[in-house]
């Protein structure tokens, strides 16, 4: 059998029952726990537009796109289970605080044209991400993201094709998309997490092959492949220094307000309490459902036996 080492320097998968450091145990718990909370918790902003979409194609598009953020969250769920602490123990400590998940999902979608930004800007910035945890040392973590990066790119086209139908509209639906832009650009900057020097985890991360690509690269992966979105949408991105870098061939962008991100962080951003209000009041709620569930199962198990 390789060592966790071996494995790890011959870029092979650590599986579940392979011997590994409790500390990389406890990272992939924190960060597969935090992805699936995120994509739980995600389906709040978008999920209250569902009634209110502008016709019946728009409202079956954003239900099954509401509904593949609930199977991400699943099979990420499923994934941490692999490492030994259940989903019942994962929501406790996102109820009570004990779990963070991403920043981007405590802003308030005002418009229908945030659903066009979500899917454009939000997805299209977890895809970035998540192409590289593809290649992550973790063999169930990386097989999950392979359906989930399919499932993303369909989400980032359908919100671009929100935008540009905005975009191409009336004067009133072409305003309507640029606020959204102004409104999301930083927060989906923010998504990426700090600046490489203030990242806890990265060293250690990338010793162990879970991340590949720093914070700061794909940040700049994700404003290289949008701003040229945004001109093709006739949109301006809302940063007055954004300039093309013939030296570095990339964008040079403005400063970033990492003290409305580690605002939003901490629990201080605009809607933070409503979220995981909401959320335990649906967990809660939805008692019957699991008690139901596990019913069912305990009785098919005594019938086989
Ligand atoms: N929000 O040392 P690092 C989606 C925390 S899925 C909140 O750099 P790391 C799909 C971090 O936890 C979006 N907290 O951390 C969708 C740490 O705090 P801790 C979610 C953040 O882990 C679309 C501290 O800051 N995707 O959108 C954030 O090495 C539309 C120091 O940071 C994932 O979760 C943040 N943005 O790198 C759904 C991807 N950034 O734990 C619905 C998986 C950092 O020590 C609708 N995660 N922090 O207390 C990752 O790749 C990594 O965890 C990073 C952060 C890159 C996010």
Known sequence: MPSFDEIIAADHKVEPR?????????TLIRQIAQHAHSE???????GTWITRAPTLKRKAI????????AGHGLYLYS?????????????????????????IFNYPT?????????????DGAAITNQL?????SYGPYARAMVKICKEESFHQRQGFEIMLTLANGTAEQRAMAQDSLDRWWWPSLMMFGPHDAESTHSEQSTAWKIKRVSNDRLRQEFVDMTVPQAEFLGLTVPDPELRWNEQTNHYDTGPIDWDEFWAVVKGNGPLNR????????????NAWVRAAAEAHAAKHMGARD
């Not at 005002?110 to 066009?116: A, K």
């Open 62 to 69: 954003l239900m099954a796109k509401v509904q593949d953020e």
């Open 274 to 285: 409503e979220r995981i209000a909401h959320k335990v009041a649906v967990w809660e709620e």
């Open 132 to 136: 590289m945890l593809a290649r992550c």
């Open 110 to 122: 005002l418009t229908w044209g945030d659903i066009g930004a979500i899917g454009w800007l939000v």
């Open 40 to 46: 739980i918790i995600g389906m709040q902003p978008e």
């Open 18 to 26: 392979d011997e590994m450091p409790e500390a990389y145990r406890h």
């Open 79 to 103: 994934a941490v289970e692999t490492l030994g602490v259940s989903r019942n123990e994962l929501m406790e400590r996102l109820h009570a605080g004990r779990q963070k998940y991403s920043s």
